[in-house]
Structure formats: structure tokens, C-alpha cells
């Protein structure tokens, strides 16, 4: 019995010092920068190089995510049809609740109530990482200048609400085309400031919009089967998959 409490308090030793030594040789301190029209206008010329108006009109998207998650987003009515495991969940998103289409055999309210506040939140990162070049100025947001070690400059993304962890910043580092090559990180889920992810492999979608699908640091976060369309029944067919989330007069229901 001792042995093994030893081997516990062994591993247990080791992974924390291998948490040390991450920490250590990766944290990086939230940098300053400035705020201000060439900020803004460095944000503009990010959007405009990912087509920020093609992701504008468009309507719908599905994709799949790393784990994998697979979505469909209906923009238009704030909807989501989100998957993982043996799950299937409606949700609207501005209400965070919605309908179970997966079996709830034995499944109680609360479960069910967790279940879609779980599918809110795979929707609100797997989106996020989908498409965030196009967040630069949404509510809450404040950009800024940050002189990089090369001399040029990178765009600083702060969110003081929204999401499901506001307060977070990512600093984009940028190619001549304006366009993203990689990102920092300073996140609350994420306890090492300055994580670095690339952007690339990048596809233009049916509607003009510009997706970055693969993303490499200290673990891969892919992204596949993107698809964007104008409209939900251009995307799907014409079946209205969001149908449970509507009355008999087609208005979303307010739960």
C-alpha cells in the first residue's frame, strides 16, 4: 500500500513540475499596446483580407470541430444544431436553452437544462475558433498596437464581455497581405499568457468567405467539412431543421 501512495505522490510530483516548467518556459505577460485609429484601421484591413462582407452575408455554416463537434448555424435566426458523442441538441443561442433531439430516457430537467448549456458553450469556442478575424469590433471589444520583437506590428483583440469567458485578449500577428498567420493568447481557461497558435490552410467557402482550417501549438486544433451557404435551406435542403424551436406561427419559442 505504501508502494503505491508512493508512486502516486510520483507522479503527481512530476506532473506538477512539468506544469512548472511549461509555465516557466512559455508564460508571457499580457503586453500594452496602443489604442486608437491605427488600430482600428489595422483591424479593418484583417477583416477585409478573411472577406469580412462575404462572412456578412452569409447566412449559414456548418462545420466540424476537433473533438469532434459537428455544427450547423443558422446566423440569420441565431440557431444552432450542435452534436458531440451520442448528443444532438436545438439551441437558440441569444436564450442559451433549446430542445433535446437525442434520446432523454431517464434524462432529468436539470440534465437536460445542462445539456443544452453545454451545447451553448461548444457552440460559443468551436464558433469562435471558426471565424473570430470577424469579432474585431463587436460589443465590448478594444484593440490595440503591439510592437512585435521584429519591429512590426501585431493587433491586440480584448473582450471585456461576451463569450463564455470574457475578459480574454489575443494578439494577431499578421502577414503583408494583412492577413492571420498565427495568435497569443491570454485566456482564463488557459493558465500560460502568450500560448501561440498558427492560422493556415486556408479555404475560400461557397459564399466568398475566407476559413482558416488547421491550427498548430501545443495541441492541434482542426477544423473540417466547412461549409457556408446565403440561406439555411441552400445549406440543408429545404426542411427547417430549427423546427422544434418554433410555435405553430413560426416564431421561436421563448421557453
Do not use: M
Given at each position: 500500500m505504501k508502494k503505491l501512495l508512493y508512486v502516486i505522490l510520483g507522479l503527481l510530483g512530476l506532473l506538477v513540475g512539468s506544469l512548472i516548467i511549461l509555465y516557466i518556459a512559455y508564460?508571457?505577460?499580457?503586453?500594452?499596446?496602443?489604442?486608437?485609429?491605427?488600430?482600428?484601421?489595422l483591424a479593418r484591413k484583417m477583416i477585409q483580407a478573411v472577406n469580412g462582407n462575404a462572412w456578412d452575408k452569409t447566412a449559414a455554416v456548418s462545420w466540424t470541430f476537433r473533438n469532434?463537434?459537428?455544427?450547423?448555424w443558422d446566423k440569420k435566426r441565431h440557431l444552432a444544431n450542435v452534436k458531440w458523442d451520442s448528443n444532438n441538441v436545438l439551441i437558440d443561442i441569444n436564450l442559451r436553452k433549446g430542445v433535446i433531439l437525442s434520446d432523454t430516457e431517464g434524462v432529468s430537467t436539470l440534465d437536460k437544462?445542462?445539456?443544452?448549456?453545454?451545447?451553448?458553450?461548444f457552440w460559443v469556442n468551436d464558433s469562435f475558433w471558426l471565424n473570430p478575424v470577424t469579432k474585431a469590433f463587436d460589443p465590448g471589444t478594444t484593440r490595440s498596437i503591439v510592437e512585435l520583437e521584429d519591429g512590426s506590428n501585431g493587433l491586440m483583440v480584448s473582450y471585456s464581455s461576451g463569450g463564455a469567458?470574457?475578459?480574454?485578449?489575443?494578439?494577431?500577428?499578421?502577414?503583408?497581405?494583412?492577413?492571420?498567420?498565427?495568435?497569443?493568447m491570454w485566456v482564463s481557461i488557459i493558465p500560460i499568457g502568450g500560448m501561440e497558435f498558427t492560422w493556415e490552410d486556408w479555404i475560400q467557402t461557397e459564399t466568398g468567405a475566407w476559413i482558416?482550417?488547421?491550427?498548430?501549438?501545443?495541441?492541434?486544433?482542426?477544423?473540417?467539412?466547412?461549409?457556408?451557404?446565403?440561406?439555411?435551406?441552400?445549406?440543408?435542403?429545404?426542411?427547417?431543421?430549427?423546427?422544434?424551436?418554433?410555435?405553430?406561427?413560426?416564431?421561436?419559442?421563448?421557453?
Open positions: 508564460n508571457e505577460p499580457l503586453p500594452t499596446g496602443n489604442q486608437g485609429r491605427e488600430a482600428d484601421e469532434p463537434h459537428y455544427h450547423i437544462a445542462e445539456l443544452c448549456e453545454t451545447a451553448w458553450k469567458t470574457p475578459g480574454d485578449s489575443y494578439l494577431w500577428i499578421l502577414d503583408e497581405n494583412f492577413r492571420p498567420e498565427t495568435w497569443k482558416a482550417t488547421r491550427h498548430e501549438g501545443l495541441i492541434s486544433v482542426p477544423i473540417s467539412d466547412v461549409r457556408t451557404a446565403r440561406s439555411l435551406r441552400e445549406l440543408v435542403g429545404p426542411e427547417d431543421i430549427f423546427a422544434p424551436l418554433l410555435d405553430a406561427q413560426g416564431e421561436l419559442i421563448s421557453f
